[in-house]
């Protein structure tokens, strides 16, 4: 990144950008308060590097060229000062805005999805969520309806009106999958799946990102930058909970912390995912309403109309009522934030 004395001249801006240029990089230029930065949002290759150091550091109007060793820049809020926001059919997520998406851990029949899709709305959620392809512990275990249920979940999504985010655990299934689901969901086991994000970018359609359980925050928003660096700008991250220190009380223990350390270095929405992040029904509510306080973008959680019945997830999947009684708690949290909140 060049940073830009206070005083350099649009001509000395302009310059830079097309020194970089001629290097056959991609120059940014970086609007900031005080003074501009130009990016390099590309890989340098390393024998250009001290040769575009010397190069950028001697050009009229240049302050300091700085070195990002982070593995990400476009994923930075270095290089993209201003909040994402993700547009999903008539909702936007991220820059103040606030979203719940909501559902079965798995679509298990038209009935049951039905029944959730109609209930999750009614209690103000915008998006169903619901996995048709499951990623199980053990193949024994209920691997999902797949197809039919992405056909269950589109006809579903269609006749209640509301839009959808679905997992996608294999490359070759993202542009069928794209067809049937609003976002694409990647899955915590498939976080550093490189070829299913690049996969996943191409397909151009919004992605929520889970943080696998053991990522650190570099590896995450090194995740993040696969898909941002093969073109799709449209990208959530979800925190889903990281390894318990004690599985005797939790499933994992939700990092609270990277709500705000992720919106700190990062301009992408952050949504958090209390039903696996704590993994016991009657744990969710006060820990989705410590990331509503925390400046969460939005909540991903998992209603089953019957949690007893439910194929995979109902130690943690709240009811329709207890589901409803969260969503007014989150209106009210948020109601005594709104004048107090500051950047
Ligand atoms: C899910 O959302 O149902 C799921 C499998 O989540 P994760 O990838 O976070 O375990
Ligand atoms: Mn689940």
Redesign the pocket.
Known sequence: MVLMKREATEEQIQAVCAAIQEHGLKALVLPGGERVAVGIPSAIPPDLRPVLDQHLSAMDGVDQVIHITRPYKLASRDFHPHDTIVRVGHVEIGGGRFVVMAGP?AVESYEQLSEAARAVKAAGAQIL?A?AY??RTSPYSFQGLQREGLEILRTVAREVDILTVS?VIDPRDVDMMAEYVDIL?I???SMQNFPLLVAAAKSGKPVLL?RAPSATYDEWLGAAEYLLTHGNEQVMLCE?GIVPIDRTYVRNTLDINAVPVIKYHSHLPIIV?PS?GVGHARYVPAVALAAVAAGADGL?I?VHPHPDRALS?GVQSLNPEAFAHLMAQIAAVRAALAPLTTK
Request: hydrophobic fraction near 10%; include cysteine; charge should be positive.
């Open positions: 851990c969520r996995g499951k990623p997992e969901q899955g915590a086991r889970k889903r995912d696996h991903l998992e997830d």
